[in-house]
Nanobody, 124 residues
C-alpha cells in the first residue's frame, strides 16, 4: 500500500509560479510511474504530466508543455510539478497518482494510488 500526500498549492497571480510536491510512503516508490492530474468542479479529471520510474520518459498534456516540469527524487520518495507562467485556466485541484505497474499513462483509472489533492488558484 502506498500513501500519497500533495502539498504546495495556493493562490497565485497569472504569470506566477508554484511548485507542487507529492510525498509517497512505502519502499517501492522508485519502481512506480507517477502522474499529476487536475480537476475542476463538474469536469472530468484531466491528465497533466507523468514520469517513468527512472525519469527516462515524460509526458505532458499539450496545454502545459513549456510551462510545467515534472520531476522526481526517488531517494526522497517525492515527485514534483514545477508550474510556471500560470494561467487562470490552470485553476483546479491537483492530484498525484502512482502506477505500481510502472506504466506511463494518461488515463486516470489506470493508476492505483491517489493523493487527496491540493488546490491551485490562479487569479487574473
Amino acid at each position: 500500500q502506498v500513501q500519497l500526500v500533495e502539498s504546495g498549492g495556493g493562490v497565485v497571480q497569472a504569470g506566477g509560479s508554484l511548485r507542487l510536491s507529492c510525498a509517497a510512503s512505502g519502499r517501492t516508490f522508485s519502481t512506480y510511474a507517477m502522474g499529476w492530474f487536475r480537476q475542476v468542479p463538474g469536469k472530468e479529471r484531466e491528465f497533466v504530466a507523468a514520469i517513468s520510474w527512472n525519469a527516462a520518459r515524460i509526458l505532458y498534456v499539450d496545454s502545459v508543455k513549456g510551462r510545467f516540469t515534472i520531476s522526481r527524487d526517488n531517494a526522497k520518495n517525492t515527485v514534483y510539478l514545477q508550474m510556471n507562467s500560470l494561467k487562470p485556466e490552470d485553476t483546479a485541484v491537483y492530484y498525484c497518482a502512482a502506477d505500481r505497474g510502472g506504466v506511463l499513462d494518461t488515463i486516470p483509472n489506470r493508476y492505483d494510488y491517489w493523493g487527496q489533492g491540493t488546490q491551485v488558484t490562479v487569479s487574473s
